[in-house]
């Protein structure tokens, strides 16, 4: 066996929580990733952590929804790929619907 996966996803009301994992025998490695996320009515929360490679990385999101347009925001860290060090990012977006 070279990978084993598998994922979880728990949902009670408002409220879920999600967890990953990727198994590889051979190299002795475990990735893991663990989501929290939280929605009620117009607005929905999400936390994220992952643990790849020994690296740990996070990211986080938020949505509003309004009648007219819906806000996001997203946010996240992590290493950057074959370079080292570490990377940090931000997204905001704006959509509106048209119906």
Do not use: C, H, W
Not at 32 to 47: D, M, P
Not at 68 to 78: P, V
Request: aromatic letters at 8%.
């Amino acid at each position: 066996m070279q990978q084993a996966q598998g994922a979880a996803v728990l949902k009670a009301g408002q409220f879920s929580v999600s967890l990953t994992g990727t198994a590889k025998p051979q190299t002795q490695v475990v990735d893991l990733g663990l989501r929290v996320g939280y929605q009620t009515g117009k607005f929905n929360l999400g936390l994220g952590v992952k643990v790849q490679d020994n690296v740990l990385s996070g990211a986080a999101s938020a949505e509003y929804k309004t009648r007219y347009a819906n806000f996001g925001l997203q946010g996240n860290i992590g290493p950057q790929k074959d370079v080292g060090g570490m990377q940090y990012g931000a997204l905001f977006t704006v959509s509106i619907p048209t119906n």
